[in-house]
């Protein structure tokens, strides 16, 4: 590892993850701890547990920058990106474009298209609302009596193909409810369920070139990336640390700004 | 992070803009109440001219849902008109206004002023969408007067005569009401005398907005929201004309200074859509901190009205509402704003999809899509409404809007820190 590091903090609803590069752009580490009420906590604990992962000393980090939705709120960051062009220039640690990079997060859903120079041409988040989001998924689970954790495990077991035709949450869950007092098996609207969540992601925008997938509910959930493949008929990429991936490329905006800057905290003490 | 910044030096003509409106509403509400003057209500569009040769003090309700948005009293207001059955999915002016007549609560109160006037007359124009003319229709029920307007074309290609001489004759058809209501007889060269004005003014509004063409821009769409109130509510009167060569004056002070409404401008936005009444200051923050002007906009632009001409009242003021964007069809509507673009050199476009106006909504029939194909630029839409803030999301708004301006960022030189 050669100094200066550069770490990425990406503050997303459900979790804060951590990522650490090396002067060369390699990836050290990452790191991924709840973000619960706390923003400023859960990051100083993310780059605490990414440093112990790294085995690297605080003052080895040249600069830290932010992502997510907590990104203006964390004061170990000296600078910020939005996820939009996090993820994009993490998934272009992995995947050249033209791509299509399909992030599923716990509160919402983004579409964004890199051309062939790796420039950012557009984006679509989802509209107010969890359909296509992890939220959809915990409120899923809750309907069919099962730990989120459990979903992708129950949903193996589907036979049936089943649609849930509802666009908004609380009536997918309404929705839910009706099928399960109809006799319908929960493996099987657990299966719906994620396909519902692949629908209204692909109804966002238009795929175009290689499509690479990323976000907590991808890392969380493989059965998402199976339905993604199956519906867009060709390979979906997951790159390694999907989850990690904003941090990651925040990380590296980090190392493409150069040496630490006068925002950025070199040597401070968190 | 970025610190909010705002326009190096107020507008001093900021000052009698606040007296003119005051003076307005002030008016309007003593005739309403006195018996001074008839008093009518106007859409923003008209058609005003046959009222001011008629003597009606006017007020514009839309006007009035603008300020209970920016106040946001219209978050408290409008859910009395959804229980009274006008559906959150409408115009939120319509309910916000609605349920500050019920709640006889008014960001007018400044003017001393608890509901907004009664009126005599309602006379609307349904070239931007049929709400107003429901709208207009809860008030005639409710005083008993005669709710009378214009039932215009919608989604027209090219404006034909047909067109025209259809609208003429409604609006003629108007005129015994008026009259009978006002108690005097429409005088032709009243009316000239007013769609001169009004033509007057629509000029000066369009060379007042022509001044952010200049780079760096003169004033941006923040600005043009609130400098654009005498074009909607003092439109043919003299004191609307006053303001606007104050206004143009300045601004061409701040042009020849070479000098903008931000203190830097890195990039240049056109905005589609309605503004977010309520979000107007936080947005204006948000892209000053970007160093990015928002230079133009469909919204302040709706109030320039080409065609009039005080020679020939009746057709003119016909087609100037015919040729309103929000009348038009995609395929002008797409020439619009390629020229506006064009016009304004700007960097990106802004689509505001707005929940509860869909008429003044132009993401949803993929426009962007076809712009970002013939202009080659970067397109971002995002959701929200005029008045109904829960369809907008703070954080929602802000990443993409900084996503979008990263993305500007990108194809510009790179600037890697701007965000420090």
Redesign the interface.
Known sequence: MRAPLYAGIDCGSWNTKAALVDADGALLATAVVRTGADVAGASERAFAELLSRAGAARDQVGAIWSTG?GR?AIPLA????????SHARGALQYVSGPLTVIDIGGQ?AKIILVDAEG???????N??CAAGTGSFLEEMALRLDVPIGQLPALARDAKEEIELGSFCTVFTGTEVLGLIRQGKRPADLARAAYRSVVKRVLEMERVEGKVVATGGVVAHHPMVVELLTKAIGREVIVPRNPQEIGAVGVAV?AR???AP???APAGRTP | MASPRTSEAPLASSARLKEIMAAHFVGVDRASREHTAPVAWCTSVGPVELLRALGYQVFFPENHGALLGASRVANETMGSAHALGYSPDICSYLTSDIGSYLQKRTPLSRYGMSTAPRADLLLYNTNQCREVKDWFEFYGREWNVPVVGVTSFREIGEVQRSHVDAIVRQMEDLVPTLEAVAGRKLDAARLEESVARSKECSDLWREVLATAAARPAALTFFDGTIQMGPAVILRGTVEACDFYRLLLAELQERVKGGKGALPRERFRIYWDGMPVWGKLRDLATLFAGLDTSVVASTYCNSWVFEALDPRDPLPSMARASLELFIARSEEPKQRYLERMVRQFSVDGVIFHDSRTCPNNSNARFGMPQRLRRTLGLPVLTIDGDLNDLRCFSDEQARTNIEGFVEQLEGQAPRSPAAHA
Not at chain 1, 78 to 85: K, M, P, V
């Open positions: 939705f203006h000296g600078a910020s990106r939005t996820e939009l062009d919402d420039r950012r041409i557009s984006h679509k988040m509209r107010k905006a493409e700004a150069g800057s006068a925002e």
